[in-house]
């Protein structure tokens, strides 16, 4: 059984019946569009912001625009560069995307989602960087990630995988275990540290990993 390369978890949005309805096409201005799009937004938190902010985007291009515009007439919105930074991450322009995540909380640090995107993001780029080489690089990120939100178990997960990979394995288990600690239904965590066990000539302990898996 090969050990799973990657596991990022992009922030989950989950589809709502009570989204927000426009009961017609008429586009509004640009000032009250941004105007509109950050008072819509601010309404709603944690995962509910992230769904209410995806549902404009995807319902008219204008929308989506309005957060990168509400930043430019004032770079001091914790909300704007949230958002921001969650379109940037939807286009795949990670970097940038951590400059907004990282701004937000120095504009308002009662901002809260800002954080728990920064420490999604940074395991997004420390993947992206791991694959394309840089080794090191990816592992700083994943450090960087579990920094901002100590419970967010994929960084703990990739770091698990890089260490398999350079053969640490005391310090792979480490990482896999504080994984499933963090998400009790870590499937990938339990395989993996049952691979190790069993790769290593210890035959008993990866069957009650296992069975945490079914």
């Not at 390369?5 to 709502?16: F, I, M």
């Amino acid at each position: 059984m090969e050990l799973t390369n990657k596991d990022t978890d992009s922030a989950k949005v989950r589809n709502s019946q009570d989204g927000p309805v426009f009961l017609n096409e008429e586009q509004p201005s640009s000032g009250s569009g941004v105007s509109l799009t950050i008072a819509l937004v601010k309404s709603f938190k944690g995962n509910d912001a992230l769904s209410c902010a995806n549902i404009l985007r995807s319902r008219n291009k204008t929308w989506g625009e309005s957060f990168p515009e509400a930043v430019r007439l004032d770079p001091q919105n914790a909300c704007a560069l949230t958002h921001c930074g969650i379109l940037y991450k939807d286009e795949g322009r990670l970097v940038e995307a951590v400059e907004m995540y990282q701004k937000a909380p120095k504009a308002d640090s009662s901002y809260k989602l800002a954080a728990e995107c920064l420490a999604i993001v940074l395991t997004d780029l420390g993947t992206s960087l791991k694959l394309a080489g840089n080794t090191q690089e990816g592992i700083q990120k994943y450090y960087e990630a579990i920094k901002i939100d100590p419970h967010y178990a994929p960084a703990y997960y990739n770091l698990g995988v890089i260490y398999s990979e350079m053969m640490q394995y005391d310090t792979a288990l480490n990482c896999y275990e504080k994984a499933a600690v963090e998400r009790p239904m870590y499937v990938e965590a339990y395989c993996n540290i049952g691979v190790i066990y069993k790769n290593h000539g210890n035959l008993e302990s990866p069957i009650a990993y296992y069975e945490r898996c079914l």
